[in-house]
């Protein structure tokens, strides 16, 4: 299958996303193309990245003066201290701001590697490419870069926008059901916010997606690439309409905040769990109706999803996500930021639904009760 190209714009910048399977061999003459004073890649590895990859690369960025390091990704390996080791790293390679900074991996090392490049001297070239079904449809598009603090995830970070981004859907043939459900939950989510057609493709074909059929599965990064993109090109600096991006993460960073960000609970997850708290207390609100959240809870069912949200769905266990939910970076005035489902493919504006902790707390037995 040929590969798909899509591109992002916005007043400031333009990119490439590529998306198909063995594409690869694109790499070096893009390189070409976007960097064209560059000398030196300083390429960060996810070590969960099969190591064949790194004989690749030299292979095909031989003209280049390659520094490989190998990081290990983990919530808790976001971290500052972390990126400081790196920019000493780099600073001793004498990288200069026209070379590049090159990360293959996760979400996670998607998200560190480009806070790094952001800062090293002011901003340093970027290409990303995400081997996870979650990083190629989420935290490898829109430019959010990062890293977490002892009071929540995300904290600390920048925009920043990549010169390109290679999604090859090669990276996800050894990935488990479990990690490809964490990317599917981000790709439900998109259709749930912006597109009932892609929702509605996805109630007949998810089990393709999951099972990794190319033609399925491509497709669905590609619509939910560009359902990002939407958003993304249109508020990058999330002030407004990109926020409704966030439709069941507030829930979701909560959870995840209130596991340590434990191994065992995957982002994507925590963000099916976040989804259907978030849709409930869309009905308890009155802006969605019943029908809605049984065509959520249908898809849920189908494919076997239900079993992350069961931990959550009793009133002490949401009302314990209250104390986490106060640090969410969204917040306003002691109000906690929610995007409420009208339907599917339709939400509340961002800034529409602040609710006080203590209207949040009377709303928890409620919550429990569908």
């Known amino acids: 299958m040929k590969a798909q190209e899509i591109k992002f714009k916005d007043l400031n910048c333009s990119y490439s996303v590529i998306i198909g399977s063995n594409i690869m061999s ?8 976007l960097c064209p004073k560059t000398k030196k890649i300083a390429i960060i590895l996810d070590k969960n990245v099969p190591i064949k990859f790194k004989s690749d690369l030299k292979k095909k960025l031989k003209k280049y003066n390659l520094f490989f390091y190998i990081f290990n990704p983990s919530e808790k390996t976001k971290s500052f201290k972390v990126i ?4 000493n790293k780099l600073f001793n390679k004498n990288l200069n701001r026209s070379d590049l900074i090159l990360s293959v991996g996760g979400g996670i090392t998607g998200d560190t590697v480009g806070f790094l ?8 070239n970027f290409i990303n490419i995400p081997t996870t079904l979650l990083a190629q449809v989420d935290s490898a598009i829109g430019g959010k870069t990062g890293v977490n ?10 925009f920043y926008q990549p010169k390109l981004v290679i999604s090859d859907t090669n990276f996800l043939n050894s990935l488990p059901r479990k990690e490809m459900i964490c990317g599917y939950a981000e790709i439900l989510k998109h259709s749930i916010i912006k597109d009932k057609f892609f929702f509605n493709w996805l109630k007949k074909n998810t089990k393709q ?21 939407f958003f993304v090109s249109k508020d990058v600096n999330e002030k407004g309409l990109r926020m409704k991006l966030n439709f069941g993460h507030t829930f979701a960073h909560a959870i995840e905040v209130k596991n340590n960000y434990s191994k065992r609970l995957t982002h994507g997850e925590a963000v099916l ?9 869309s009905v308890i609100k009155k802006v969605c109706n019943l029908k809605t959240i ?26 314990d996500l209250i104390p986490y939910l106060k640090n969410d970076k969204k917040n306003d005035d002691s109000k ?7 339907s599917i493919g339709r939400t509340t504006k961002p800034g529409v639904n602040k609710i006080s902790i203590n209207t949040l707390k009377k709303y928890c037995k409620s919550i429990s009760q569908f």
């Open 26 to 33: 694109e790499l070096p003459k893009r390189i070409k193309i």
């Open 84 to 87: 400081n080791n790196y920019l």
């Open 117 to 124: 490049a952001s800062i090293y001297k002011r901003g340093t």
């Open 149 to 158: 603090s002892a009071h929540g995830k995300n904290l600390i970070g920048s």
């Open 209 to 229: 997606v999951l099972l990794k059929k190319p033609k399925y599965l491509i497709f669905a990064i590609k619509e939910s690439c560009k359902i990002k993109m």
């Open 273 to 281: 769990s976040g989804m259907m708290l978030a849709s409930r207390l």
């Open 294 to 319: 049984n065509e959520l809870e249908k898809i849920y069912e189908q494919n076997k999803l239900s079993y992350t949200f069961k931990r959550y769905s009793n009133t002490k266990s949401i009302t």
């Open 336 to 342: 906690i930021n929610f995007i409420l489902l009208k």
